[in-house]
């Protein structure tokens, strides 16, 4: 078992930052990848982004060039970074641990940009 706790959260205005940070422990193995998924309301979740153990990058085309992910595997911790944010953002962010066939999840952690 996997369990990822999720912090940084919060409100925050059009332009501005938020840091997210995810926590694993238990059963971890090298070679997972985490990331983090969002669900806005009525919408389907979709994929932010995701990190291998060895450091490999995807963004989604939304958040390209403003959302920053990194990990520190000594720690098991995943990090967004979101730079520029956008009313569109906002949702509920959620980190992901995948290693295999085995997928866990965070409890979520909500962001709500203004206008």
């Known amino acids: 078992q996997v369990q990822l706790v999720e912090s940084g959260g919060g409100l925050v205005q059009a332009g501005g930052s938020l840091r997210l940070s995810c926590a694993a422990s238990g059963r971890i193995f090298s070679g997972n990848t985490m990331g983090w998924y969002r669900q806005a309301p009525g919408k389907q979740r979709e994929l932010v982004t995701t990190?291998?153990?060895?450091?490999?990058?995807n963004y989604a085309d939304s958040v390209k060039g403003r959302f920053t992910i990194s990990r520190d595997n000594a720690k098991n911790t995943v990090y967004l970074q979101m730079n520029s944010l956008k009313p569109e953002d906002t949702a509920v962010y959620s980190c992901?641990?995948?290693?295999?066939?085995?997928?866990?999840w965070g409890q979520g952690t909500q962001v709500t940009v203004s206008s």
């Open positions: 990190i291998t153990s060895g450091g490999n990058t």
């Open positions: 992901n641990y995948r290693m295999g066939r085995n997928d866990y």
